[in-house]
């Protein structure tokens, strides 16, 4: 038996224990994060949240991103029966014009909510009838509604003192001392194309198509195609012109602001590089300069620029402008400081001076770094624009915080969360589609 | 032998008998091209900003004058009152570490669910090799999706407080860091994980055990540069919406004058902290990358 060389054990044992202290460290960071995380979540309230937390909201919300409801609306004292799509002035049908499913007749107004609902209003009071359940009558006595329904009161409708209402699955209805009213639920966003005073509502495509091409001119004055974008483009309900204009101010302010900020930081990022500026305070300053605007970070300049241009697209373009010129002069600085030295030695041989040197030597090199990074951040920018255009007041983000913040279009909001969506991945691939293009092309 | 020289397109091809003229050509059509494009930038660069000039409420010759006038006023107000900065920067404190912790789990949720999406993502290492457009589209959709859009709306349904900012900002870390994590895990050298495959690791240990070591440097150094990006971001949706130090702003700027000191504390928190952040993660970025 011949011995085996010392260090074994030694080494046997600094195997083991980086082992266990790897081992360690792997239990060790998870353990932290979730520690970590549990903090957070205390220190986050997440009980109290569950409890504030308004999921009927949510329902809301989703109910209108699909469908849209129809007010039938009769004012108690007047006997007036109004017809409005989301309850909005601007979609009230005009005078003599009603949805199929709601028939006027003197003073009786039948609403046919399908699947067999059907609510009447009459010179009694209301009634409506629900399959499988019975008729709700109800009349006014003194003033106040009195109910006369099958016992006992389902929990899907509610009785005070002053108010009945029903909700079913085919709409809602209540009946209070000043008016009665009926919500019919329809699928699809309701006057997208043309609104209810626009001449081609409620036409199919076929007839469309027919009156834009063969048929007589409803206006003398100009074609029906003409008249049918003018009507579309300035529908009031869903206002598409407006919009247009907006994802286009929004699209315009991400691309001046990318542009600007790189034509600023290029010349400024020779000064920042270690090769091209061999003054080293001059450089610091440069570097320390370009920290300063990213540090004071988008919103702060925001709020600054929009205290003295006021709101709009300027405001939002100089705003990005500003805070990626420091981003862009840190990144290009980079860039220049890794070129090959090489064709700039080339380039001087022929007695060239320095910024034929930089032309010709530096930015050839340098330029697919670039153009990769500012495509990069037009992308990027359009997604700031829209959160800089809720603050300046410009493009579609304030578009989209208005209808947020009155809390009932949620139609529209889903209208514009499609838009923006749409509008990134069109920058996103209109950037990608570049990218590929001058860089591999060049 | 032409082909191979000069490639495929169709169009005029160099006369090979000249070679000098031939070059010439071709530098003059690149120098016109160029030319055509530079034209073509400049016009549209000009008539971009008179038009958001145009649409803007205040001109810009006239806000530049004014530009200045804001911040002078906040600091000669603060001036006036420094002897209550410490004060309140010590108020605004609690609403700073807010807006660091709504980042940091935002980060870090966000992280964890792209390691699992890009790992189910990328070509040759995915679990279901068949599903790798549908979580490629599902990352695409994640980062298109603009956070302030999310946290308005579940600002609605959750009510306030930093909770709808830390999903926004998350779901959109999720898409962002999920796409860079493909790209870096693409480049993993392959034998490890076949080495665990031959003695019957399952998917999950062979991610685990022979990727996630190999890619963890580059990993960490992408989700360090988003964890700047999403201070900012949070800081930003607080002013938009509810919670952290954003919010606190939106009020002291709501409040205008006499609240100047506040705005300017804040202000320099912001600042301190970004810059803190930046230079840390900087260093701790290059180390990482240069380590490996």
């Known amino acids: 038996m011949t011995a085996l060389p010392a260090p074994a054990p030694a080494l046997a044992e600094t195997v083991t224990r980086r082992f266990a202290a790897g081992r360690r460290i792997a239990f060790a960071i998870p353990t932290v994060i979730l520690v970590y995380l549990v903090y957070a979540a205390v220190s986050f309230d997440i009980t109290g949240l569950v409890q504030r937390a308004r999921f009927e909201n949510a329902a809301i919300l989703l ?34 014009m009603v949805p199929e499913w709601v028939g006027i007749a003197g003073n ?18 209301a009634r409506y009838v629900v399959p499988g359940y019975g008729t709700l009558d109800i009349r006014p006595e003194g003033g106040k509604p009195v109910l006369t329904a099958p016992r006992p009161i389902p929990d899907w409708i509610s009785v005070s003192e002053n108010k009945v209402s029903a909700t079913t699955a085919a709409g809602r209805f209540s009946y209070s001392r000043s008016k009665v009213e009926t919500f019919r639920y329809e699928p699809g966003w309701e006057l997208w194309f043309f609104t209810l005073d626009s001449p081609f509502y409620g036409k199919s495509w076929g007839e469309l198509l027919a009156l834009a091409t063969t048929a007589d001119r409803i206006d003398p004055a100009r074609t029906n195609l003409g008249y049918m974008a003018r009507e579309f483009w300035t ?26 900020a790189a034509l600023v930081a290029l010349p400024l990022s020779f000064l920042a590089a270690r090769n091209f500026n061999p003054l080293g305070p001059l450089r610091f300053v440069a570097r320390r300069v370009f920290d300063f ?38 990144t290009f600085s980079e860039a220049l400081e890794n070129i090959d030295d090489k064709q700039v030695e080339g380039i001087r041989s022929t007695g060239a001076n320095g910024l034929q040197r930089a032309r010709f030597g530096v930015i050839p090199q340098v330029t697919p ?49 499609v838009l923006i969506v749409l509008m990134v991945m069109l920058m996103d691939s209109l950037s990608g589609w570049l990218r590929r293009r001058l860089i591999k092309g060049a | 032998m032409v082909d191979v020289a000069f490639g495929p397109e169709p169009g005029r091809r160099p006369n090979l008998v000249d070679p000098q003229a031939a070059y010439l050509d071709l530098v ?46 906040v600091l000669a107000e603060a001036w006036e009152k420094r002897a209550l900065l410490p004060a309140i920067f010590r108020d605004h404190i609690p609403a700073l570490i807010e807006t660091l912790n709504i980042a940091a789990v935002a980060t870090l949720t966000g992280a964890m669910a792209a390691m699992a999406l890009s790992l189910l993502a990328t070509r040759g290492l995915a679990r279901w090799p068949r599903l790798i457009p549908l979580f490629r589209r599902a990352m695409d959709a994640l980062r298109a999706i603009p956070e302030i859009v999310v946290a308005l709306v579940l600002i609605y349904i959750l009510g306030g407080g930093p909770v709808p900012a830390v999903i926004a900002i998350a779901l959109h870390t999720g898409g962002a860091l999920g796409k860079l994590f493909s790209e870096v895990a693409e480049n993993a050298d392959l034998k490890p994980v076949e080495g665990l495959a031959s003695v019957g690791a399952s998917w999950g240990q062979r991610m685990w055990l022979g990727v996630i070591p190999q890619v963890a440097p580059n990993w960490l150094s992408y989700a360090l540069l988003r964890f700047e990006i999403n201070v900012r971001a949070s800081a930003i949706l607080g002013f938009v919406g509810e919670g952290g130090i954003g919010h606190d702003l939106k009020i002291a700027m709501q409040w205008g004058q006499g609240r100047y000191d506040e705005v300017v504390a804040i202000f320099a928190l912001l600042f301190l902290t970004i810059v803190l952040i930046d230079q840390v993660s900087d260093r701790c970025r290059h180390k990482l990358v240069r380590g490996n």
């Open chain 1, 293 to 330: 605007i990213r540090g004071v970070d988008g919103l702060i300049w925001t709020i600054i620029l929009s205290r003295a241009f006021g709101p709009g697209p300027m405001t939002g373009a100089i705003a990005i402008a500003i805070t990626d010129s420091g981003t862009f002069g840190k």
């Open chain 2, 28 to 73: 003059r059509r690149k120098r016109m091209y160029g030319g055509i494009l530079l034209v073509v930038f400049v016009a549209l660069m000009a008539s971009g900003w008179r038009l958001a000039e145009d649409r803007n409420a205040g001109g810009f010759l006239g806000g530049l004058g004014q530009l200045f006038d804001f911040p002078a006023e």
């Open chain 1, 235 to 260: 529908n009031k309900m869903w206002r598409h012109g407006d919009v247009a204009w907006a994802i286009f101010e929004t699209i315009l302010m991400a691309f001046l602001g990318t542009m600007s």
């Open chain 1, 63 to 96: 109910g209108d991103f699909w469908s849209h409801k129809t007010h039938v609306t009769r004012d108690n004292r007047t006997g007036r029966v109004t017809i409005a799509i989301e309850g909005e002035a601007k979609g009230t049908y005009p005078e003599g």
């Open chain 1, 108 to 125: 009786v107004t039948t609403i046919d909510l399908g699947g067999g609902h059907v609510v009447t209003y009459d010179d009694r009071g």
């Open chain 1, 369 to 417: 770094v670039l153009l990769s990074q500012i495509l990069y951040y037009l992308e990027s920018n359009t997604r700031s624009a829209t959160v800089i255009g809720a603050i300046v007041g410009g493009g579609i983000g304030l578009l989209l915080t208005q209808a947020i913040n009155t809390q009932k279009d949620w139609e529209e909001v889903a209208y514009y969360m």
